[in-house]
């Protein structure tokens, strides 16, 4: 049976932060799903399915690499059900670390089957969060380093929107 795991987030917008942890994590598992997911707690800049779009064009040359979308329900279960092993989480720094450590005590308790793996990224990228990126971007800072050129267009299109 193949490895496989899932890579949960909001992914707004995909950084290249987070295709180096995907492409980290694929050198552990056969396969990797890219899990888009809602969170109520933050301020999107783009829909559930624009993020799903560009993640899907980023990825597309990735092996052993998918995306899907997760509207509700919880992740543990949602990892269960599609045959995961594992949950990696990208863990940039302490503040990081705290918050996924408590999520994958509650993910254990829910399906102890289920381990989660924490990735750091390169070293590059520990400081990039893509709510930095959508507040640099939108007030017309480059971040050209930091995503890859489709979510840099998407980026503009939006702003340009914005600033009509």
């Known amino acids: 049976m193949k490895q496989k795991a899932i890579y949960p987030g909001t992914f707004d917008p995909f950084t290249n932060g987070h295709l180096d942890v995907l492409e980290r994590a694929l050198t552990i598992f056969e396969e990797v799903i890219v899990v888009i997911a809602e969170n109520s707690q933050k301020r999107a800049l783009f829909s ?17 690499a998918r995306v899907e979308v997760l509207a509700h329900g919880l992740l ?13 989480r990208g863990v940039r720094q302490v503040k990081d670390f705290e918050y ?15 381990t989660t793996v924490f990735l750091m990224p390169n070293v590059k990228y520990t400081y990039v969060a893509s709510s930095i990126i959508k507040e640099v971007a939108m007030l017309g800072g480059d971040v050209s380093n930091f995503v890859h050129p489709i979510v840099l267009s998407m980026i503009n299109d939006k702003r340009a929107l914005c600033e009509r």
């Open 76 to 88: 543990a279960n949602y990892a269960r059900d599609v045959g995961a092993r594992a949950i990696v």
């Open 100 to 114: 996924e450590f408590q999520m994958s005590l509650l993910n254990r308790q829910l399906c102890p089957e289920i």
């Open 48 to 64: 559930i399915e624009e993020r799903k779009m560009m993640t899907e064009q980023i990825v597309s040359n990735v092996d052993g």
